[in-house]
């Protein structure tokens, strides 16, 4: 192919971002709206290699990914660990438990041990809120972050925006209905940035106890009130009931939260006759969403599973094909 | 700048290389026509449409996005990453014989990235090379089996393909770069 004219075929055929501007994935809200748009058409054309019977391209071949969790995670590293399996990269999975933490060594050691090593792309995850950007600030690779406390989780922010997409036609005036623990969810913050940039209502509901207090600075329509919250939505999304988080009592019970929070199939009703239910996973079934909502028809939720490789497929590519002045990757 | 390939040549040019695929290939009922994007699956269309025409058999056709089979991702210093699309080769390609169509054939990297992008969707019978420009400077062993026009270039020029359903006109031109330095075509793009 000729120079030229593959270059021309880009100026003509897209209107989204060329490239990401930052090499680091750290928070959607460094993202803009065309660069949000490129990250969606390359995981739109990523899926495709799920479906074909050599899951594999080399694209990645010879990178180094180390999937660096200092918090429990399955699905998020699974999703990651497949993406990037996909790619040919060479993957290294390093987890809380077999960390030189529970050593006494710091973070910043920790990061600069593995620096020593000149890994590519470091996903990573961690309790304290804005670790990942000390990490980058340290790491000569990429960095996406993979959840920071109760800070941002991005690549779940995309694969949930892009599930949206593949189902709404615009996110302009879209109803979109967070339920439940907002106050421990890291899902929140970069849900509510990401789905604000794009254009949509963002409405967020939960027990008292359970609310982010300021939460309507960030653009939203908070309530307490299940009904008006559900009232003609286009998307609902109840949050887990972070059980491991919680120290002390935010709700009488989980029985009860159920009752007054629950995404059930009556309630549902309530929201727009195509109103799509998404979930972040892992569910509490008969706590924040019945069973017959978590497996009906408007649930959306194991999409949002498979979307995830694919939006994770296309952030890696993106981040690895970046190249800064002087610098080899 | 210098029109090598008016609509109507073109157009001709594809009817030719139709009647070509005919005469090598008696039996059109296993051929499969791949377009590497972006305009390569252009002219897969037109010829897919030209041969039921003239055959009345209908070819399936696919496309091929080659972005991540590339030798090159991670070289480009400067200049747009390459835009990933989709690829949609919705029929197996085992057991049957598959017509590969560029617009250029250039350095032969893009055609070496498509090779190995098809055979991870499994083992046709033969691979066949159709390309409407041959420009020369091959740096892979690579040889197209039906050539639109073959176009004698120097290092320092640009050929340039415009087909209707993309750029609002049929037309093939050869340029100049503008600055002497022109981009070290192993490098940039050429894949």
Same mark, same amino acid.
Request: aromatic residues 4%.
């Given at each position: 192919m000729n120079v030229s004219s593959r270059v021309s075929a880009e100026t003509h055929d897209t209107m989204t971002a060329q490239r990401l501007r930052s090499k680091h994935l750290l928070s959607v809200s460094?993202?803009?709206?065309s660069e949000i748009g490129l990250i969606f058409d390359t995981a739109d054309a990523m899926r495709e290699i799920g479906t074909r019977r050599i899951k594999k391209v080399p694209a990645l071949r010879g990178k180094t990914?180390?999937?660096?969790?200092?918090?429990?995670?399955?699905?998020?590293?699974?999703?990651?660990?497949?993406?990037?399996?996909?790619?040919?990269a060479d993957t290294l999975n390093?987890?809380?438990?077999?960390?030189?933490?529970?050593?006494?060594?710091?973070?910043?050691?920790?990061?600069?041990?593995?620096?020593?090593?000149?890994p590519d792309i470091i996903v990573f995850r961690h309790a304290a809120s804005g670790a990942s950007h000390l990490l980058a600030d340290i790491c000569a690779a990429r960095v996406i972050n993979a959840g920071d406390g109760l800070h941002e989780h991005p690549t779940q922010a995309l694969l949930d925006a892009f599930t949206i997409r593949e189902h709404k036609s615009t996110f302009k005036g879209l109803k979109v209905t967070i339920v439940g623990d907002l106050l421990h969810s890291r899902v929140l913050r970069s849900n509510i940035f990401l789905l604000r940039s794009l254009g949509a209502d963002v409405w967020?509901?939960?027990?008292?106890?359970?609310?982010?207090?300021?939460?309507?600075?960030?653009g939203v329509h908070a309530t307490t009130s299940i009904e008006e919250a559900i009232e003609d939505a286009d998307v609902v999304m109840p949050l887990r009931m972070q059980l491991e988080r919680m120290r002390g009592h935010f709700v009488p019970s989980l029985r009860e939260y159920f009752e007054m929070f629950g995404i059930t199939a009556r309630r549902l009703r309530r929201a727009k006759s195509d109103v799509i239910v998404m979930h972040p996973g892992p569910m509490n079934r008969g706590v924040e969403i019945a069973s017959d909502v978590a497996d009906g028809p408007a649930s959306v939720i194991l999409e949002q599973v498979s979307n995830g490789v694919a939006v994770r497929m296309a952030v890696l590519y993106l981040l690895a094909g970046i190249e800064l002045a002087g610098e080899e990757f | 700048m210098p029109v090598v390939m008016s609509a109507d040549r073109i157009e001709r040019t594809l009817t030719r290389i139709a009647h070509e695929v005919m005469e090598r290939n008696r039996r059109l009922d296993d051929i499969a026509l791949v377009g590497i994007r972006t305009r390569g699956v252009t002219i897969a269309q037109?010829?897919?449409?030209?041969?039921?025409?003239?055959?009345?058999?209908?070819? %399936?056709t696919g496309s091929l996005d080659i972005t991540l089979y590339r030798d090159d991702l991670m070289r480009h210093t400067v200049g747009p990453q390459p835009v990933l699309r989709q690829t949609e080769i919705p029929f197996s390609i085992d057991e049957r014989r598959i017509l590969l169509v560029d617009d250029v054939l250039y350095t032969g990297r893009t055609v070496r990235a498509a090779l190995d992008a098809l055979i991870d969707f499994g083992r046709p019978l033969s691979i066949q090379l159709i390309v409407l420009v041959d420009r020369g400077h091959r740096e892979l062993p690579v040889k197209a089996d039906y050539v639109g026009?073959?176009? %004698?270039?120097?290092l320092r020029q640009s050929v340039q393909v415009f087909l209707r359903e993309v750029d609002d006109r049929d037309e093939v031109t050869i340029e100049e770069y503008a600055d002497t330095d022109a981009p070290s075509d192993a490098q940039e793009g050429s894949v």
């Open positions: 460094d993202l803009s709206p990914i180390v999937n660096l969790f200092f918090e429990p995670s399955t699905r998020t590293r699974m999703s990651f660990e497949i993406a990037e399996k996909r790619l040919s390093v987890s809380g438990d077999t960390l030189s933490i529970v050593k006494g060594e710091t973070l910043v050691d920790t990061a600069k041990n593995l620096e020593a090593m000149a967020v509901c939960a027990p008292a106890t359970l609310m982010l207090s300021g939460v309507e600075k960030f | 037109r010829l897919s449409r030209t041969l039921a025409e003239i055959s009345g058999t209908k070819i %399936p026009k073959n176009l %004698p270039t120097a």
